[in-house]
């Protein structure tokens, strides 16, 4: 079994693209309590990569296909969204629909890029990370994963015989 990480990036101030020191902080918190992984990726906006940093990480490469959504995408979610209401908006077909399954592709390239045994982590943002969870495990039931990620927070993915079998949410307490 292969198992992937998703998490979303840490605290900035915006506007700024960095992280601020309660951030930095976080990230390095949360990646105490982490494992090892043999590839690490990132989204190309500096707040991702530097979480990936902060929690101890090397980061082997950045894809921009992690950083953004298109617009079409964003106009069929809203705030405050669960799981399970990212599930239903990818049911009805369309650009979320589209978008989930591209990513979720993206998540299983990166993960067969890894042996049996070896874990993968991403770093990247908000609600591509719901979608991309979404998409990977399009007949779960997840509405017991409540509430939106909030920094730090992602999903772990667990990947056998080609296929994303199952997952659990990250929280960060």
């Given at each position: ?95 979320a629909a589209r978008y989930a399954a591209e990513q979720a592709a ?68």
């Amino acid at each position: 079994m292969r198992i992937l990480e998703h998490r979303r990036h840490s605290i900035r101030t915006k506007p700024s693209p960095h992280l601020n020191q309660d951030g930095v902080s976080l990230a390095r918190r949360v990646g105490e309590r982490m494992g090892s992984f043999a590839l690490v990726v990132t989204s190309s906006l500096p707040r991702a990569y530097e979480t990936a940093i902060a929690m101890g990480y090397a980061v082997h490469e950045q894809r921009e296909q992690l950083a953004h959504m298109p617009e079409a995408v964003e106009r069929e979610l809203r705030r405050s969204m669960t799981f399970a209401d990212y599930m239903a908006v990818v049911r009805r077909g369309g650009a979320a629909a589209r978008y989930a399954a591209e990513q979720a592709a993206l998540l299983r390239e990166l993960v067969e890029r890894v042996r049996d045994g070896e874990s993968v982590l991403v770093i990247s943002h908000g609600a591509i990370i719901e979608l991309s969870a979404v998409g990977a495990l399009p007949d779960a039931d997840l509405s017991d994963w409540n509430g939106e990620l909030g920094y730090c927070e992602g999903v772990r993915l667990f990947y056998e015989q080609g296929a994303f079998v199952r997952g659990e949410v990250l929280r960060v307490r």
